[in-house]
């Protein structure tokens, strides 16, 4: 991987960025891991689309928290788009990455994974109201409103990536243009620059903290609060019906939570014996995992969206056998 490494360095021009990849050989390898990361794209894109068609389609599902899954499955789907091509392109022949193409990655894969912690936290809350506040609970979070609160929290999070991009795109790149990653990280090109980088690192903490460590705390606290609501007696139906879906909910943000865990406990030194593959899996896992079985999750634990989802398949059967009975008829 070296002498590949050092050869390939050889080629470099000051825009572009060498992205060493482990799996390229040997080639049963690389085919295996470009076929598995296919199918995992293919299922994050194909489910969250479908789940996104049925909550669009059905207007019994235009409510704040079937809303909400929308939104999160557009994120998970600008998520898969902003590493999953890349990486398996790297994987199957070209490795090299252009400046503003590793800019660009950067920016779109914070900005999915940060779009996703802040609507889970808006959805944990829409399940407290739920829970806590049944007879207010169309007042005070309807679908506009989960709606505008989604766009408040994007523009937050465009804002924080924004921040990052403004600190890197000065930083003199004088280091080996190499990246030993599976996509483009704000660390990771800091690490390439040469000068004081207390800056950016400081800025990077901070909104590392308010992007996902306050969010982390905020879902802890609503789940706090809907076990302390059921401990009250006499629990309305439609409180039982919410705290049905605080379970897949909980499963949602258990997947999204600990796949950024491993992606992050991969940089950790005790870790830094484990063979480089394993430690790139780590590192994509929350870009991969979560976006495909997030759908799969919903579609399975909810009986709305199970439902939704059979009456326009069954409608679809029905009419196409209407058709062509209708042409033999004819």
């Known amino acids: 991987m070296a002498t590949n490494a050092s050869s390939d360095l050889s080629l470099f021009t000051p825009d572009l960025i060498l992205m060493v990849t482990p799996f390229r050989e040997p080639p049963s390898i690389k085919f295996a891991v470009f076929f598995f990361t296919l199918a995992m794209f293919t299922a994050a894109i194909v489910g969250n689309c479908l789940l996104s068609l049925v909550i669009l389609r059905d207007h019994q599902l235009h409510k704040a928290m079937y809303v909400l899954m929308a939104a999160l499955s ?31 990655q950067m920016f779109f894969l914070h900005l999915a994974i940060r779009m996703q912690s802040f609507t889970l936290t808006i959805m944990s809350v829409d399940r407290y109201l739920a829970i806590g506040y049944p007879l207010s609970y169309h007042s005070l979070m309807s679908s506009r409103k989960a709606i505008g609160t989604f766009v408040v929290a994007t523009a937050a999070a ?29 660390l990771v090109v800091l690490f390439l620059s040469c000068g004081d980088l207390s800056g950016p690192r400081a800025y990077i903490q901070a909104a590392l903290a308010i992007t996902m460590v306050l969010p982390a705390c905020a879902i802890v606290l609503t789940y706090a609060l809907i076990l302390y609501e059921c401990r009250k007696p006499g629990l309305r139906s439609g409180q039982r019906k919410a705290l049905k879906t605080c379970g897949t909910h909980f499963l949602v943000v258990s997947v999204f939570f600990a796949a950024i865990f491993f992606s992050f406990a991969s940089g950790f030194s005790f870790l830094e014996s484990l063979p480089r593959p394993l430690r790139y899996a780590l590192q994509t896992a929350q870009y991969v995992f979560p976006p495909a079985l997030n759908p799969v999750i919903y579609g399975l634990r909810t009986a709305e969206i199970r439902r939704s989802f059979s009456r326009r398949f069954r409608g679809k059967v029905v009419d196409g056998k209407a058709e062509r009975l209708g042409g033999v008829v004819h």
């Not at 557009?74 to 503003?100: C, E, G, K, W």
């Not at 991009?165 to 280091?175: A, E, H, I, S």
Request: charged residues 10%.
């Open 158 to 186: 465009v804002a924080t990536c924004l921040g990052n991009v403004g600190f890197v795109v000065p930083l003199n790149l004088c280091k080996p243009p190499v990246i030993v990653a599976p996509y483009c990280d704000y």
């Open 74 to 104: 557009l994120t998970d789907i600008m998520s898969v788009l902003s590493i999953l091509p890349r990486f398996m392109q790297n994987v199957a022949s070209f490795n090299y990455i252009s400046l503003r193409e590793c800019m660009a």
